[in-house]
């Protein structure tokens, strides 16, 4: 079974610095798609950023970066220039492929603060 | 915009009391899925669909039922609530993007 792992419960940065979340997950599979979702007070569950596994390229919208290490399974989103608005719970999820019945295996969490 | 619409937004129900909550969706999507969020768990899977009459369960099942009788309409039940079950509830479907989630409805069970 695939486990998704981000090891920062909590996190805080300063507004116009750079942060970086960490994710890492656990998969026998060789091709599948990672995302990052952001979660603001809202409670609304935003799409920030998805890589899919067979690109060597890392993924990038806007400031948002990754970090796509394929062989030591390793995810990070690198968020450059912070803002207040990106004060947020920020989810990495895995996912088999696209458009199925499979399922998104989500970690538990990074808790982002922005301060000005 | 997938036209996710779950109902109601909030609920405050009474152990042991069934309560059943709703996700309309207006894009014909075949997969329709239920996870619940809590602080320290992320989100998980109740229960999904792949059809109408077509449901499956997810990891944490127990104590939730599902039913899908039109292809628009998802809806969790949970017959018997419980304390345990004070949550936030997240409806989703998917496409060839990925996943689109609802707005979530949070449930406290007293």
């Known amino acids: 079974a695939q486990t998704v792992t981000q090891s920062q419960p909590e996190m805080s940065v300063q507004e116009a610095e750079t942060v970086t979340l960490s994710c890492t997950y656990d998969?026998?599979?060789?091709?599948?798609?990672l995302f990052w979702y952001k979660q603001p007070p809202s409670r609304q569950m935003i799409l920030v950023i998805r890589?899919?596994?067979?690109?060597?390229q890392n993924a990038t919208e806007n400031r948002f970066s990754v970090n796509f290490q394929k062989a030591a399974k390793s995810f990070s989103l690198k968020i450059s220039d912070s803002q207040l608005g990106d004060t947020a719970m920020y989810f990495c999820?895995?996912?088999?492929?696209?458009?199925?019945?499979?399922?998104?295996?989500f970690g538990k969490g990074t808790k982002l603060t922005v301060n000005p | 915009d997938a036209g996710i619409t779950q109902s109601p937004r909030h609920k405050v129900t009474e152990t042991g009391t069934p309560v059943t909550l709703r996700c309309h969706q207006t894009?014909?999507?075949?997969?329709m899925y239920w996870y619940r969020q809590d602080p320290g768990h992320g989100l998980r899977l109740i229960h999904y669909?792949?059809?109408?009459?077509?449901?499956d369960k997810g990891e944490v099942s127990d104590g939730y039922s599902v039913s899908r009788s039109k292809t628009e309409d998802f809806l969790l039940t949970l017959e018997s609530a419980t304390s345990s079950q004070t949550s936030v509830y997240f409806c989703a479907i998917t496409d060839q993007y990925g996943y689109t989630f609802g707005s979530g409805t949070r449930l406290t069970v007293v």
């Open positions: 998969t026998s599979e060789s091709n599948y798609y």
């Open positions: 894009e014909n999507h075949r997969y």
């Open positions: 890589q899919e596994a067979y690109k060597q």
């Open positions: 999820a895995f996912m088999k492929m696209l458009g199925g019945s499979e399922k998104l295996v």
């Open positions: 669909s792949y059809g109408v009459k077509d449901t």
